[in-house]
């Protein structure tokens, strides 16, 4: 819809982030490969997926940036952290 309008993106801010948490928070030694790599897709790569399907849509200058988080204690996000 975006495209629709003829729009332009001076920047793109990703927010997105996702660990599958089902069977609660466990020490990251115990992290099953599926729920990592899940994790890695939605959290990491959704960024360079975004910014390709966005590609067309930026100014020369325009700007991507991701927001990351902050924590002294990891164990507080599980592996995610």
Excluded: R
């Excluded at 975006?2 to 332009?8: A, F, G, R």
């Excluded at 599958?20 to 990491?44: L, M, R, V």
């Amino acid at each position: 819809f975006i495209q629709d309008k003829n729009l332009k993106l001076d920047g793109f801010v990703h927010s997105i982030a996702f660990a599958n948490f089902q069977d609660g928070i466990k020490p990251f030694h115990e992290t099953k490969w599926n729920d990592f790599q899940s994790a890695a897709q939605i959290s990491c790569f959704s960024l360079t997926q975004m910014s390709q399907a966005l590609k067309d849509l930026f100014t020369p200058s325009a700007s991507v940036v991701t927001i990351s988080i902050s924590n002294t204690k990891a164990t507080a996000y599980g592996y995610l952290g």
